[in-house]
Every structure is written in C-alpha cells, then in structure tokens.
C-alpha cells in the first residue's frame, strides 16, 4: 500500500498542474477519478515547494469545470435514452442518472453549486443539466464556484495531513496517520455527512417535484 501511495504522489508530482487539470476534469466527468485522491496528494507537493496551494486549488477549479462543461454539452446532444443505453460502460446506472435529474428539477441552480459539495451526484450533475437545456451561464457560474470551495477544502485537508514523514517509509507513515487521526477522521464523518445528505436529497419521494 505504501509503495502504491508512494508511486501515485510521484505521478502527481511529474504531471504539475496540467494533471491536476486532466484528472479533475476526469473526476467531473464520466470516468471514476475521486478529487479526493488527487488535490490532497497536489496540496503535499505544495508544502513541498513543488507547486503553489492556490495554483492546486485554481487547476482543480479549471479541470472540474471543463469536465463538467464538456459532459453538458455532450448530454444535450446525446440525450437521456443513449446515456442510459451507454452509461453502464462508464458506471453510470438510471438510478444514479435519475437521482442527479430529481436533484436539478428540485432545487436547479442551487442545486448545481451544492451538489459540487456531494458525492455521487458531483459526477452526475451535468448530465441532466445538459438534458433538460439548464442555462449555461448560471450552470458554469454555480459549477466554478462549488468546485472552487471543494477544491479548496480537500486542499487545506492535503496541507494539515500529509507530511514528508509519511511518505518516507510504511512505519512513519502509520505513526503520521495515527498523530493525525483527528484530522481524517473528521473529514471522513464530514463527507459521510455529505453523503447521507446527497441520499436524502434525492431520494425517489423527491420525484414528487418533478411531476408539480
């Protein structure tokens, strides 16, 4: 585990701020990349010297909103009947797809910054977004500045748990994790917190709305 974790940060490390774009973009997308293993491991570097936390925080932002706004466009092309025929091959079930839909009838634009926030629904968004024609403009204004707060959250987590000692053998890296245990654990309560709340908001008793 630790040479896998050791390898993945050297990765991030050679890839600069255009990876953090790539991978990002990924995460917006159709295609399983979690932001959480990539702007934390960005955010060590930083502390490093190796890139700027606000230069992380910025390719975050850019890579989640070109992956965001390339998946609307191709769903207002492609339309709801070909992402479900071919949303399995990239883990995109009509559960998901109909609960991301519930989500943007339900509470639209708001909808859109908060669910930057949430997972599950931060990779589907965009989708019903471009299904049912949201107005572009308010979708990349809510899409930049949810993604610019997430970014910045799981940055400022990067920086106060990652450590050099953790990433020079396996015994100091668990020694490092218990001494920051406070740490992950709140953030793994907070996005189990966010998690539940993504279940709860689009949850088919939500369908409701849709149908007024």
């Known amino acids: 585990m630790h040479s896998l974790i050791a390898f993945w940060f050297a990765l991030l490390q050679k890839w600069g701020y255009l990876g953090i774009v790539v991978l990002m973009a990924m995460e917006s997308s159709i295609f399983p990349v979690p932001s959480e293993v990539v702007i934390p491991p960005a955010a060590y570097w930083a502390t490093q010297g190796q890139m700027s936390f606000w230069g992380v925080v910025i390719a975050g932002t850019v890579g989640s909103y070109l992956g965001s706004a390339i998946t609307y466009w191709l769903a207002l092309w492609l339309g709801r009947l070909a992402i479900v025929k071919f949303g399995r091959y990239f883990f995109i079930t009509e559960e998901k797809l109909e609960r991301a839909e519930r989500f943007v009838h339900r509470y639209e634009a708001g909808g859109i910054f908060f669910a930057r926030l949430l997972p599950v629904v931060r990779h589907l968004i965009s989708i019903p977004a471009g299904i049912v024609r949201m107005n572009f403009a308010i979708f990349s204004a809510m899409t930049i500045v949810g993604s610019f707060i997430w970014c910045y959250v799981l940055a400022e987590f990067g920086t106060r748990v990652i450590t050099a000692d953790?990433?020079?053998?396996?015994?100091?890296?668990?020694?490092?994790?218990?001494?920051?245990?406070?740490?992950?654990?709140?953030?793994?309560?907070?996005?189990?917190?966010?998690?539940?709340?993504?279940?709860?908001?689009?949850?088919?008793?939500?369908?409701?709305?849709?149908?007024e």
């Open 166 to 211: 953790m990433m020079s053998d396996p015994t100091k890296m668990v020694s490092e994790i218990k001494a920051q245990s406070h740490w992950i654990i709140g953030f793994i309560l907070l996005f189990c917190a966010l998690y539940f709340i993504a279940m709860k908001l689009t949850a088919p008793k939500a369908a409701a709305a849709v149908s």
